[in-house]
């Protein structure tokens, strides 16, 4: 009913950038929140950043100040632009969304993206 198209991962040096792109498409009635949680090899998977729909966000303490989240409402898209980038920072990186459908209106379901490799290497 819902697609989460994720792209922008790949390799970077420390201390470089990359912008992960997220487009949701679909049976959408709205859209509240949108996010990026990643998982690194072994560990579970953790919220990166999650912004709602009138704008607030919330970081992860481990990217406060480095990462910047943000979303277009008319084109149900969400961007992570990471700066500062550190080896720690290497998982897939997964978009999420939670979503009132076309069919479904008043239940909020939570999709997600295929996610999308981020490596920090030199």
């Known amino acids: 009913q819902v697609q989460l198209v994720e792209s922008g991962g790949g390799l970077v040096q420390p201390g470089g950038s990359l912008r992960l792109s997220c487009a949701a498409s679909?049976?959408?009635?709205?859209?509240?929140?949108m996010g990026w949680y990643r998982q690194a090899p072994g560990k579970q998977r953790e919220l990166v950043a999650a912004i709602t729909n009138s704008g607030s966000t919330n970081y992860a303490d481990s990217v406060k100040g480095r990462f910047t989240i943000s979303r277009d409402n008319a084109k149900n898209t969400v961007n992570l632009q990471m700066n500062s980038l550190k080896p720690e920072d290497t998982a897939v990186y997964y978009c999420?969304?939670?979503?009132?459908?076309?069919?479904?209106?008043?239940?909020?379901?939570?999709?997600w993206g295929q996610g999308t490799q981020v490596t920090v290497s030199s």
């Open positions: 999420n969304a939670v979503v009132r459908t076309s069919v479904t209106p008043t239940r909020l379901d939570h999709y």
């Open positions: 679909g049976s959408i009635f709205s859209i509240n929140t």
